[in-house]
């Protein structure tokens, strides 16, 4: 299958610094990607979907201003976490979209991000 | 709105055993279905994925089935191992470029 990349891996930072995680898709073009968050023992939560060239659609309730998406490649999309607080800290997973005829979601490891 | 759940959310058994997940959704107008698993603290590995014209997919020990105008699919695990451990999601795409609807989970344990 197709592969997912994500770094780092894990992350502590201080709070009010800013962090941010890489996504690559290494052996496809992702003209669509997606990122998560997930807490312990808890399903995904989709943060927001991100196309290449354009401007991301953040779902509802999540922050623009503090979780900037730039999708600037086919195969990078990047998440950047603002002026961080221990309650950003999180399981943070990205996911890329194959496209052809079968649409397949691919996704990364996860960063493990601890604000302190 | 599309909802999807799973059921059991969580199941023990002992190795060797055949299993059944299952899985459930609202709406029937979907694109795909994909299960995935998940191991503690990892991402998401893709098992299978069934285009809405299908009805079953095989990989290896896996095997699952779609009924879309029932509005479920399930998961089979044959000869299940304790390498199977792990939370099975299921998830659901309405439109090709969608985003995914995600059941919450069955969480599978397999000891020796």
């Known amino acids: 299958g197709a592969v997912v990349s994500q770094h780092p891996s894990w992350v502590i930072c201080k709070s009010g610094t800013s962090v941010k995680i890489e996504c690559r898709s290494l052996?496809?073009?992702?003209?669509?990607m997606f990122w998560y968050r997930q807490f312990p023992k808890q399903s995904l939560m989709l943060m927001a979907t991100?196309?290449?060239?354009?401007?991301?659609?953040?779902e509802q309730g999540v922050e623009k201003d503090k979780f900037l998406i730039n999708h600037a490649s086919l195969t990078l999309s990047t998440l950047t976490v603002t002026s961080a607080h221990p309650e950003d800290s999180s399981f943070y997973i990205c996911?890329?979209?194959?496209?052809?005829?079968?649409?397949?979601?691919?996704f990364g490891p996860g960063t493990r991000l601890t604000v302190t | 709105k599309q909802e999807v759940t799973q059921i059991p959310a969580a199941l023990s058994v002992p190795e060797g055993e055949n299993l059944v997940l299952n899985c459930s959704f609202t709406?029937?107008?979907?694109?795909?279905l994909q299960w995935f698993r998940q191991d503690p603290g990892k991402g998401l590995t893709s098992l299978l994925l069934?285009?809405?014209?299908?009805r079953e997919q095989t990989s290896g020990r896996l095997n699952a089935s779609l009924d879309k105008s029932s509005g479920r699919s399930t998961l089979y695990i044959a000869a299940s191992q304790p390498g199977d451990s792990a939370t099975y999601l299921c998830?659901?795409?309405?439109?090709?470029?969608?985003?995914?609807?995600f059941g919450t989970g069955t969480r599978l344990q397999v000891f020796p």
């Open positions: 991100s196309n290449e060239g354009s401007k991301a659609t953040y």
């Open positions: 069934i285009q809405s014209s299908q």
């Open positions: 709406d029937s107008a979907i694109y795909n």
């Open positions: 052996d496809f073009q992702a003209t669509t």
């Open positions: 996911s890329a979209l194959t496209s052809g005829s079968s649409y397949e979601q691919y």
């Open positions: 998830a659901v795409r309405c439109g090709n470029t969608d985003k995914l609807i």
